[in-house]
């Protein structure tokens, strides 16, 4: 199995569960208006590391969880319950965000690290969606499960993420003058979309047999 073509499968499949509009990207692109670029890829390098882990338990799991969908179901379950109180957090945030507030620089990148780490970790989604491309991908014999191909697979993965999270930080740099990307709107717009996450999670789970 050629390793690049490996590597180039992790980085398409991973850019395109992250590039559309949610939490993690939307977040990167909030810190990176108010405190700066620098501090946006740090949010995004955390992100990353959690993300390589998450892609490497589905590489591991990707045949377990394919033959016991319950487990999907329990980490829909606790999606649910995680999406909705970050919905609620991110609204309370925006409602109390009346006037611009200082940004604390002496640990503000250490944070931001760790608050990637956190929102990345409560973002379960990327196990269930990385078991299903992968088991995919074994079905059509175009990824084996040794030690190079892993490596190459999860090595794209966290690449395909943190380009998709660089794109949102350098569109909302081109638009940070505009309504739009003021702090209470991007909490609002956070909120919302992590609503509406939760309302789908909620469907598919009354849709369950």
């Given amino acids: 199995m050629d390793i690049s073509i490996v590597f180039l499968l992790g980085l398409s499949f991973a850019f395109v569960g992250?590039?559309?509009?949610?939490?993690?990207?939307?977040?990167?692109?909030?810190?990176?208006?108010?405190?700066?670029h620098v501090r946006g890829f740090v949010f995004s390098i955390g992100v990353c590391v959690v993300v390589g882990v998450q892609t490497y338990l589905a590489l591991i799991f990707a045949k377990y969880l394919n033959q016991h969908p319950d487990v999907v179901d329990v980490l829909k379950r606790v999606a649910l319950v995680i999406f909705i109180l970050i919905s609620i957090y991110f609204f309370l945030v925006a409602k109390s965000e009346a006037t611009p507030q200082e940004v604390d620089t002496s640990k503000s990148k250490k944070s931001r690290f760790f608050q990637g780490l956190l929102m990345s970790?409560?973002?379960?989604?990327p196990i269930p969606y990385q078991a299903y491309i992968v088991t995919a991908l074994l079905s059509y014999k175009l990824l084996s499960l040794d030690n190079l191909s892993i490596g190459s697979y999860i090595?794209?993965?966290?690449?395909?993420?943190?380009?998709?999270?660089?794109?949102?930080?350098?569109?909302?740099?081109?638009?940070?003058?505009?309504?739009?990307?003021?702090?209470k709107r991007m909490n609002y717009s956070i909120g919302i979309i992590t609503a509406i996450?939760?309302?789908?999670t909620l469907i598919n789970i009354l849709k369950m047999p």
């Fill in 18 to 36: 992250v590039i559309p509009p949610g939490m993690l990207n939307m977040t990167a692109a909030k810190i990176s208006l108010k405190e700066g």
């Fill in 121 to 125: 970790g409560l973002n379960v989604f």
């Fill in 155 to 183: 090595a794209g993965a966290t690449s395909g993420t943190f380009i998709a999270l660089y794109i949102y930080i350098l569109f909302f740099d081109k638009i940070k003058n505009s309504k739009i990307t003021s702090p």
């Fill in 197 to 200: 996450v939760s309302i789908t």
